[in-house]
């Protein structure tokens, strides 16, 4: 039996926010939600290169639908800026897709990279979450908050951590002190050169031709945050406080994008997909998981 899922509940008065979406699977949501008839704000970095991806969705009449506001994921300034806009523009949001991200093809643990990645791919959701989650709107449908994370990040690909895996696989109990501190751990061995290659996932033993390292633990952390997310909303919502609010986490699948550096045989309409489902359909049940090709899988 399939997934008990929402009925269409959006309309051209339904915002939804894309992070870094010039390009990729982030220009193929803000793609696949402009088809539904969405208001679609495209966020990237870079106002040219957001340009020419409005650009490439005249010919499907789409850009009409959609709106630029630049967005720096890492620069908490960049994200209150865009949240102040939203409020003046539209005076709420329905929908927000945490999809920017960055990688690396670093062998060891190189702090540098390490940071960057850090930036971007945990704190950069912290950032835009943050900054943007009191402009959900309450409605009975509720807001949605979908994660683009990876089976990087499972936690099984932490090899012999065991103390790490038993804290961030108790997801009733995890606390953004507890994801901040196991990525602040990680970064400090990686500083101090006392990091253990077994303690540390190696993609290289999924047949990746890096170790993506910090990508894996970057995401093994923002997969963390969602558990936390839907922990406080609900426990907001059940003191009578708050709204409604979903969040997923999701895998899109090996895609064929820069970051993948062209080598998933996915395209980026296939990798949207997920993304996009848990956003306007979002399964019954389904908040605080973690997701791929519509179907739960473990974190
Ligand atoms: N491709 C895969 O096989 C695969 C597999 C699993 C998960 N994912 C996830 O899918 C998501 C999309 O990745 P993709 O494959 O589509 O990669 P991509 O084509 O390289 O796109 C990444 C996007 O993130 C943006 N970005 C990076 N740093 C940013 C920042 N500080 N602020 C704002 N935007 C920033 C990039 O903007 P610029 O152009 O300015 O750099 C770009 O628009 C990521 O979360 C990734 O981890 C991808």
Excluded at 20 to 25: D, E, L, P
Excluded at 143 to 162: D, E, F, Q, T
Excluded at 177 to 189: F, G, K, M, P, T
Excluded at 201 to 210: E, L, Q
Aim: some cysteine; charged content about 20%; overall charge negative.
């Amino acid at each position: 039996m399939g997934q008990e899922v929402d009925r269409q509940w959006w309309s051209e008065d339904t915002v939804a926010v894309v992070t870094g979406a010039n390009k990729g699977i982030g220009l193929a949501i803000v793609r696949q939600l402009a088809k539904q008839g969405i208001t679609v704000v495209l966020t990237a970095r870079d106002a040219n290169r957001a340009e020419q991806a409005i650009e490439s969705l005249k010919s499907e009449g789409l850009d009409d639908r959609v709106v630029f506001h630049t967005l720096d994921v890492s620069r908490e300034q960049s994200a209150h800026e865009l949240a102040e806009w939203l409020r003046q523009t539209y005076g709420g949001i329905d929908i927000l897709i945490n999809n920017a991200a960055t990688s690396s093809n670093e062998m060891g643990a190189n702090f540098e990279d390490a940071i960057s990645i850090m930036n971007t791919n945990y704190l950069g959701v912290k950032n835009v979450t943050k900054a943007l989650l009191p402009l959900a709107r309450n409605t009975p449908a509720g807001a949605r908050i979908v994660v683009v994370s990876s089976r990087a990040g499972v936690l099984k690909n932490l090899g012999n951590n065991n103390q790490l895996k038993t804290t961030l696989s108790d997801r009733e109990h995890i606390t953004e002190d507890l994801v901040d501190r196991s990525v602040a751990a990680y970064l400090a061995e990686s500083e101090n050169g006392t990091w253990k290659e077994e303690d540390w996932p190696d993609m290289r033993k999924a047949g990746y031709a890096y170790p993506y390292r910090s990508y894996a633990v970057s995401k093994m952390a923002v997969n963390a945050y969602v558990s936390v997310l839907h922990n406080n909303t609900r426990l907001a919502a059940a003191g009578g406080k708050s709204k409604l609010i979903n969040v997923f986490s999701c895998c899109p699948g090996h895609v064929d994008t820069d970051l993948s550096g062209h080598l998933g045989p996915r395209t980026v309409d296939q990798g949207a997909d997920t993304p996009v489902w848990l956003a306007l359909q979002s399964p019954k049940g389904g908040s605080g998981k973690f997701w791929a090709d519509r179907t739960e899988i473990e974190f």
